[in-house]
Nanobody
């Protein structure tokens, strides 16, 4: 079982920066795609950014050029660097690990508990 622990959220003024971290237990972190998702008040959860085991990244249009996702396989840790934050970035941010297991083709999908990011003056 994989456990994820996020940290780094908080209150920041518009235009400010935060870096979220996600630490994963277990030694198979490198085999998963890592995603940062967010859920704003009254809205559905959406993907903000993902990074594959090979390092390919995708970003939501709303965060392109402002957010950067990365991973350090030696530390079993993923990061989301968020710059030029806007009030509409206010949300609970969740870390996700996902892959389709080889041979069994079973989807393995793990979530952290979430960390609150509030952008307000």
């Amino acid at each position: 079982q994989v456990q994820l622990v996020e940290s780094g959220g908080g209150l920041v003024q518009p235009g400010g920066s935060l870096r979220l971290s996600c630490v994963a237990s277990g030694s198979i972190f490198s085999r998963y795609t890592v995603g940062w998702y967010r859920r704003a008040p009254g809205k559905q959860r959406e993907s903000a950014a993902t990074i594959t085991s090979g390092g390919s990244t995708t970003y939501a249009d709303s965060v392109k050029g402002r957010f950067t996702i990365s991973r350090d396989k030696s530390k079993n840790t993923a990061y989301l660097q968020m710059n030029s934050l806007k009030p509409e970035d206010t949300a609970v941010y969740y870390c996700n690990l996902r892959r389709v297991a080889p041979i069994t083709n079973v989807l393995q999908d793990y979530w952290g508990q979430g960390t609150q990011v509030t952008v307000s003056s």
